[in-house]
């Protein structure tokens, strides 16, 4: 059983930072791409960030490309990612997820090629 438990929500104004954490358990860490989502109140969810198994490769929506960095660090079994020059339209649950496939080279960043997932923790950015 995989767990994925996500922290560093919280509320922000514009033009503020956060750095969220997800630690990762129940599965080799180190062989699995993962990826940041987020979704709105009344939208779908959608792709933030990815970074590939090695953390060689990452993938930015270009709506936080400049903004957004996401890093992991396979010894401790986290995935990170910073957020700065945050907007209110950035305001969501953001979730992390575990890729389905192991050792793949790329990021993937559409939700069904995730297979588990965190609770979610909410990021408001206030105007």
């Known amino acids: 059983q995989v767990q994925l438990v996500e922290s560093g929500g919280g509320l922000v104004q514009a033009g503020g930072s956060l750095r969220l954490s997800c630690a990762a358990s129940?599965?080799?860490?180190?062989?699995?791409?993962m990826g940041w989502f987020r979704q709105a109140p009344g939208k779908e969810r959608e792709f933030v960030a990815g970074?590939?198994?090695?953390?060689?490769?990452?993938s930015y929506a270009d709506s936080v490309k400049g903004r957004f960095t996401i890093s992991r660090d396979n010894a401790k079994n986290t995935v990170n990612l910073q957020m700065n020059s945050l907007k209110p339209e950035d305001t969501a649950v953001y979730y992390c997820?575990?890729?389905?496939?192991?050792?793949?080279?790329?990021?993937?960043?559409?939700?069904?090629?995730?297979?588990?997932w965190g609770q979610g923790t909410q990021v408001t950015v206030s105007s």
């Open positions: 997820a575990a890729d389905r496939i192991p050792w793949r080279p790329v990021v993937k960043g559409i939700a069904g090629e995730y297979d588990y």
């Open positions: 129940g599965r080799t860490f180190s062989s699995y791409a």
């Open positions: 970074i590939n198994w090695s953390g060689g490769t990452t």
